[in-house]
């Protein structure tokens, strides 16, 4: 016995545990006859053939044998044969033909004495259950749905087919199409039997090869790149388009047949498509067999306009397409979309527009003629809003840029749904529905949303190259009571930086056109530098603040924002790490020859009151993966009401993004900053720059790949001094890097966004390669220390510490002390170099992938650094991820 199947049938009387075979190979191609499972098992009995009656025997009698479920009258009624009639052979095998027709029995005997007709069946067994073995690639919650047979139901053959014909269906659409399944059952006692399917998933069926037959103008690859179908490759592992699919061939020919038309053959046609599968049932070929006939140019081009509000020769001359030009179907399609949006802007919202063809087979052209028919001039009568349940009938309204009682606009209808779009309150692909009004000038609005949760409660723990560990918690609701309203509270902690941040968020305050924010946060961040490897913390700056925003639209696509910003910052230094008590020269506070005097200038407490102004326009289709569209704004900043801070800053920044077909997405940004400050220190001559240190412009990872954080732009750095062989110690893990900002800095990114086959698009992978250029510069030289000795001094028991400078190279060490136990011990001498302070572009190129992990967002990116100035610090790797729990 098959021991897969003696598991299932352990429990049934040792004589009845036979697995019998219920389909042989001539009842389905591709399942293979199998035999008795279990040796010395007899087969199942074949219906016998009635014994011959002598034919004048009239039956007087019809007795049923043998039933256990159906009453002896029910199966009587199944069969013609009636008491009365005479008895022949071929009445007794009409009832052989009869009740197995029904499919209940799987066993008649008819016997006739004198008249007496005795029945004798044997019923079909009843289901106990059904067994599915060696499916992997698809689950039993996919298959048995689709299985017509079931516990408790009479077991027929004919179901047993039909079943197995709809799991090999199953695996056909998944592309196996070497998939074979071997129905079997297992005898149990009561008349009883387990349905077991066993399953051989075989491989998916890939497309081998690719023939193209009958093509001339174009090539077979140039063709088979315009197919989604694609001939498997190694290249191609990830692709979902190298599986044969019969419904992606049928579109395949839709394909060709467009490429075909764009190229002016308006007679092309695909005369057959075949698809061959090779005999080892792995592979398929497909062979297209085509005709491209004669290729037109356009003949003459015309607009006929029964509007009086379009002169239809006006309108031709705006047309695309030119006399002699290349018949395009496309370009027609384009075309006459245009035309409808140009109506529908001007009111004409149920204009139609019909091209009329005229081919000259002759002189191969094709002349075409637009007619726009009569139509009304269109209003809306009214606007609806279903499916909301949560959110105000007015948040959704407010969205419209069309009032009852205007006249119709489709270019307003369309931006209508890309603002509600942009709520992020209702599903993807929302559209404004259009519905003909009370009259034939009338037309109704509808927007039927379906409301998606607004709310998110997130917790994340995540590592990035720049902070380590990184812990993160939010609450927001974009959608608060329905109003439209958002209010967030966000928490952050990492090695570097810590943060809370309470928000609130009013897009329409009492219900006029005019956005208020507010913001409260605290934020704690430890800059830091790098010496032999190891990060070090140089200054905690601590900012609590306060900002209030308000901003109206000017125009549909600009808008004005204005702000207040009221900052408390802290800037400390570790003591044990810049203090100093050293006696020469005297100092018993921040050390400038520790911690640098741009540092030691920045330390202290103090308030900023910051008044900012905005213009921002912005016409892009998505604000969270934008496709098309363009970006751009201008900030002004003034610190200075008040507080101890004074300067001026100017922040711009623009984007543009492009769809180039094939699902490619190219897109240009820029920004730039300038910084002016309003107060002299007056200390410029000692290296004190007028702008201090924390409200500068930095530049480096994460804004700008192939450089490490802030690893561009103006620094000081100190190289240790090697007194054995005279020379300066080259290894920048030795350095102390101490990058120090600029006044003005500006960025640019250039990115193509690559698309994948819709397996990888799936798992939510988007490579795209980019190149970054940027600068920061223009701050006062801070006076680098020539070389340096530091030294101790150890006298009568007094320690003194202290710096000695040369310019030579050799130290003026203090005069050795009278009394006993004088020692001076020097440190490692080192001298500072002021680097970076150039505008020149630093440019970086490189390739970086997103992925939308189940862990979390994940972004990892390899640059090279093509320009770059002494001093820069690069960096060809960088990631970032976050995991969600």
Same mark, same amino acid.
């Given at each position: 016995m098959n021991s897969s199947l003696s598991d299932h049938s352990q429990n049934a009387p040792a004589g009845l545990r036979l697995a019998i075979a219920l389909l042989g190979s001539s009842v389905l191609a591709g399942v293979p006859q199998t035999a008795l499972a279990q040796a010395g098992a007899q087969p199942a009995p074949v219906a016998p053939v009635a014994a011959p009656a002598p034919a004048a025997d009239v039956i007087q009698s019809i007795t049923v044998n043998g039933a256990q479920r159906l009453e002896p009258d029910t199966i009587r009624s199944y069969i013609k044969m009636r008491i009365g009639q005479p008895y022949s052979q071929a009445a007794a095998d009409q009832v052989l033909k009869d009740l197995f027709a029904t499919e209940l029995f799987s066993d008649v005997k008819v016997s006739n004495n004198a008249g007496a007709v005795v029945i004798e069946v044997k019923e079909n067994p009843v289901i106990n259950r059904i067994i599915l073995e060696g499916n992997k690639r698809i689950k039993n919650d996919k298959i048995l749905p689709e299985i017509k047979l079931a516990p408790r139901q009479i077991f027929t053959r004919s179901k047993v087919r039909a079943d197995v014909s709809r799991i090999i269906e199953l695996y056909k659409r998944q592309g196996r199409f070497a998939a074979s399944v071997e129905p079997k059952m297992v005898l149990l006692d009561q008349?009883?039997?387990?349905?077991?399917?066993?399953?051989?998933?075989?491989?998916?069926?890939?497309?081998?090869?690719?023939?193209?037959?009958? /093509?001339?103008?174009?090539?077979?690859?140039?063709?088979?790149? %315009?197919?989604?179908?694609? %001939?498997?490759?190694?290249?191609?592992?990830?692709?979902?388009?190298?599986?044969?699919?019969? #419904?992606?061939?049928?579109?395949?020919?839709?394909? =060709?047949?467009?490429?075909?038309?764009?190229?002016?053959?308006?007679?092309?046609?695909?005369?057959?498509?075949?698809?061959?599968?090779?005999?080892?049932?792995?592979?398929?070929? =497909?062979?297209?067999?085509?005709?491209?006939?004669?290729?037109?140019?356009?003949?003459?081009?015309?607009?006929?306009?029964?509007? !009086?509000?379009?002169?239809?020769?006006?309108?031709?001359?705006?047309?695309?397409?030119?006399?002699? #030009?290349?018949?395009?179907?496309?370009?027609?399609?384009?075309?006459?979309?245009?035309?409808?949006?140009?109506?529908?802007?001007?009111?004409?919202?149920?204009?139609?527009?019909?091209?009329?063809?005229?081919? /000259?087979?002759?002189?191969? @052209?094709?002349?075409?003629?637009?007619?726009?028919?009569?139509?009304?001039?269109?209003?809306?009568?009214?606007?609806?809003?279903?499916?909301?349940?949560?959110?105000?009938?007015?948040?959704?309204?407010?969205?419209?840029?069309?009032?009852?009682?205007?006249?119709?606009?489709?270019?307003?209808?369309?931006?209508?749904?890309?603002?509600?779009?942009?709520? *992020?309150?209702?599903?993807?692909?929302?559209?404004? %529905?259009?519905? *003909?009004?009370?009259?034939?000038?009338?037309?109704?609005? %509808?927007?039927?949303?379906?409301?998606?949760?607004?709310?998110?409660?997130?917790?994340?723990?995540?590592?990035?190259?720049?902070?380590?560990?990184?812990?993160?918690?939010?609450?927001?609701?974009?959608?608060?009571?329905? !109003?439209?309203?958002?209010?967030?509270?966000?928490?952050?902690?990492?090695?570097?930086?810590?943060?809370?941040?309470?928000?609130?968020?009013?897009?329409?305050?009492?219900? $006029? /056109?005019?956005?208020?924010?507010?913001?409260?946060?605290?934020?704690?961040?430890?800059?830091?530098?790098?010496?032999?490897?190891?990060?070090?913390?140089?200054?905690?700056? @601590?900012t609590t603040g306060?900002?209030? $925003?308000?901003?109206?639209?000017?125009?549909?696509?600009?808008?004005?924002? *204005?702000?207040?910003?009221? /900052?408390?910052?802290?800037?400390?230094?570790?003591?044990? =790490?810049?203090?100093?008590?050293?006696?020469?020269?005297?100092?018993?506070?921040?050390?400038?020859?520790?911690?640098?005097?741009?540092?030691?200038?920045?330390?202290?407490?103090?308030?900023?009151?910051?008044? *900012?102004?905005?213009?921002?326009?912005?016409?892009?289709?998505?604000?969270? $993966?934008?496709?098309?569209?363009?970006?751009?704004?201008?900030t002004g900043e003034f610190a200075g009401l008040g507080g101890s801070v004074k300067y001026a800053r100017v922040r711009g920044n623009a984007a543009q993004y492009f769809p180039v077909g094939g699902g490619f997405i190219f897109s240009v940004k820029a920004e730039g900053g300038a910084i002016f400050p309003l107060n002299d220190l007056g200390n410029a001559a000692n290296g004190v720059d007028d702008v201090r240190l924390t409200d500068r412009f930095y530049l480096g990872e994460p804004q700008m790949r192939g450089f490490d954080i802030r690893g561009l732009g103006p620094r000081v750095i100190r190289k240790p001094f090697d007194t054995v062989n005279n020379v300066f110690i080259e290894d920048r893990d030795q350095w102390s890097d101490d990058a120090i900002g600029g006044h003005y800095y500006y960025l640019a990114h250039a990115e193509l966004e690559i698309p994948l086959g819709s397996g990888a698009k799936e798992m939510g992978l988007r490579p795209s390669i980019f190149l970054d250029a940027g600068a920061v510069w223009g701050i006062t030289s801070p006076n680098p220390l020539p070389l340096t000795f530091p030294y101790t001094q150890v006298c009568n028991g007094v320690t003194t510490t202290g710096y000695a400078t040369s310019q030579a190279g050799v130290p003026t060490l203090p005069a050795t002390c009278t009394g006993t136990g004088d020692t001076v011990v020097g440190g490692t001498p080192f001298r500072e170099f002021f680097l970076g302070n150039s505008a020149k572009p630093r440019v970086a190129v490189g390739i970086g992938v997103n992925w939308n992990s189940p862990f979390g967002p994940f972004r990892i990116d390899f640059a090279k650094t093509l320009l770059k100035v002494d001093g820069d610090d690069t960096k060809s790797f960088t990631f970032n991820v976050g995991t969600q729990f």
């Amino acid at each position: 016995m098959n021991s897969s199947l003696s598991d299932h049938s352990q429990n049934a009387p040792a004589g009845l545990r036979l697995a019998i075979a219920l389909l042989g190979s001539s009842v389905l191609a591709g399942v293979p006859q199998t035999a008795l499972a279990q040796a010395g098992a007899q087969p199942a009995p074949v219906a016998p053939v009635a014994a011959p009656a002598p034919a004048a025997d009239v039956i007087q009698s019809i007795t049923v044998n043998g039933a256990q479920r159906l009453e002896p009258d029910t199966i009587r009624s199944y069969i013609k044969m009636r008491i009365g009639q005479p008895y022949s052979q071929a009445a007794a095998d009409q009832v052989l033909k009869d009740l197995f027709a029904t499919e209940l029995f799987s066993d008649v005997k008819v016997s006739n004495n004198a008249g007496a007709v005795v029945i004798e069946v044997k019923e079909n067994p009843v289901i106990n259950r059904i067994i599915l073995e060696g499916n992997k690639r698809i689950k039993n919650d996919k298959i048995l749905p689709e299985i017509k047979l079931a516990p408790r139901q009479i077991f027929t053959r004919s179901k047993v087919r039909a079943d197995v014909s709809r799991i090999i269906e199953l695996y056909k659409r998944q592309g196996r199409f070497a998939a074979s399944v071997e129905p079997k059952m297992v005898l149990l006692d009561q008349n009883r039997i387990d349905i077991v399917f066993e399953i051989n998933e075989g491989p998916k069926s890939k497309v081998r090869m690719i023939n193209v037959i009958g /093509n001339e103008a174009f090539s077979d690859n140039e063709l088979k790149g %315009e197919m989604f179908t694609k %001939e498997a490759r190694f290249s191609r592992l990830f692709s979902s388009g190298t599986t044969y699919d019969p #419904d992606r061939m049928a579109f395949d020919q839709q394909k =060709l047949r467009q490429f075909y038309l764009t190229k002016g053959y308006a007679d092309f046609r695909v005369v057959s498509a075949v698809a061959e599968l090779t005999p080892d049932k792995k592979d398929f070929i =497909l062979t297209y067999v085509v005709e491209e006939g004669p290729r037109y140019k356009f003949g003459d081009v015309k607009v006929e306009s029964q509007l !009086r509000d379009f002169d239809g020769e006006r309108l031709a001359s705006q047309l695309p397409m030119k006399k002699g #030009d290349w018949y395009n179907a496309k370009l027609v399609e384009d075309t006459i979309e245009r035309l409808n949006e140009t109506l529908g802007a001007f009111g004409y919202a149920f204009a139609d527009v019909r091209p009329d063809y005229a081919r /000259n087979k002759d002189e191969l @052209t094709m002349g075409l003629t637009f007619e726009i028919a009569e139509a009304p001039r269109v209003y809306v009568e009214r606007i609806d809003v279903n499916g909301n349940t949560l959110t105000q009938d007015k948040v959704v309204r407010r969205e419209f840029r069309l009032a009852e009682g205007d006249a119709f606009n489709s270019l307003q209808v369309k931006r209508s749904t890309a603002r509600i779009n942009s709520l *992020g309150y209702f599903q993807e692909k929302f559209e404004v %529905e259009q519905k *003909g009004g009370s009259a034939p000038d009338r037309i109704v609005l %509808e927007a039927n949303v379906e409301e998606k949760p607004t709310g998110q409660l997130q917790l994340s723990a995540g590592y990035s190259s720049l902070e380590k560990l990184i812990f993160q918690g939010s609450v927001e609701q974009r959608n608060f009571r329905g !109003r439209g309203q958002t209010i967030g509270l966000n928490l952050a902690y990492s090695q570097y930086s810590k943060q809370i941040d309470v928000s609130f968020t009013e897009p329409y305050l009492f219900d $006029r /056109n005019v956005s208020t924010a507010v913001n409260i946060y605290r934020r704690d961040l430890n800059s830091f530098n790098y010496l032999n490897s190891n990060r070090n913390t140089i200054y905690k700056q @601590t900012t609590t603040g306060l900002q209030i $925003r308000a901003g109206v639209p000017l125009t549909e696509y600009v808008s004005f924002v *204005g702000s207040y910003t009221l /900052n408390f910052d802290d800037v400390t230094v570790d003591p044990s =790490l810049y203090y100093s008590t050293r006696q020469n020269p005297p100092l018993s506070e921040c050390d400038p020859l520790i911690a640098g005097r741009y540092l030691c200038d920045a330390l202290g407490k103090r308030t900023s009151s910051i008044l *900012g102004m905005t213009l921002i326009y912005d016409s892009l289709d998505n604000r969270m $993966r934008p496709s098309r569209g363009r970006s751009a704004s201008i900030t002004g900043e003034f610190a200075g009401l008040g507080g101890s801070v004074k300067y001026a800053r100017v922040r711009g920044n623009a984007a543009q993004y492009f769809p180039v077909g094939g699902g490619f997405i190219f897109s240009v940004k820029a920004e730039g900053g300038a910084i002016f400050p309003l107060n002299d220190l007056g200390n410029a001559a000692n290296g004190v720059d007028d702008v201090r240190l924390t409200d500068r412009f930095y530049l480096g990872e994460p804004q700008m790949r192939g450089f490490d954080i802030r690893g561009l732009g103006p620094r000081v750095i100190r190289k240790p001094f090697d007194t054995v062989n005279n020379v300066f110690i080259e290894d920048r893990d030795q350095w102390s890097d101490d990058a120090i900002g600029g006044h003005y800095y500006y960025l640019a990114h250039a990115e193509l966004e690559i698309p994948l086959g819709s397996g990888a698009k799936e798992m939510g992978l988007r490579p795209s390669i980019f190149l970054d250029a940027g600068a920061v510069w223009g701050i006062t030289s801070p006076n680098p220390l020539p070389l340096t000795f530091p030294y101790t001094q150890v006298c009568n028991g007094v320690t003194t510490t202290g710096y000695a400078t040369s310019q030579a190279g050799v130290p003026t060490l203090p005069a050795t002390c009278t009394g006993t136990g004088d020692t001076v011990v020097g440190g490692t001498p080192f001298r500072e170099f002021f680097l970076g302070n150039s505008a020149k572009p630093r440019v970086a190129v490189g390739i970086g992938v997103n992925w939308n992990s189940p862990f979390g967002p994940f972004r990892i990116d390899f640059a090279k650094t093509l320009l770059k100035v002494d001093g820069d610090d690069t960096k060809s790797f960088t990631f970032n991820v976050g995991t969600q729990f």
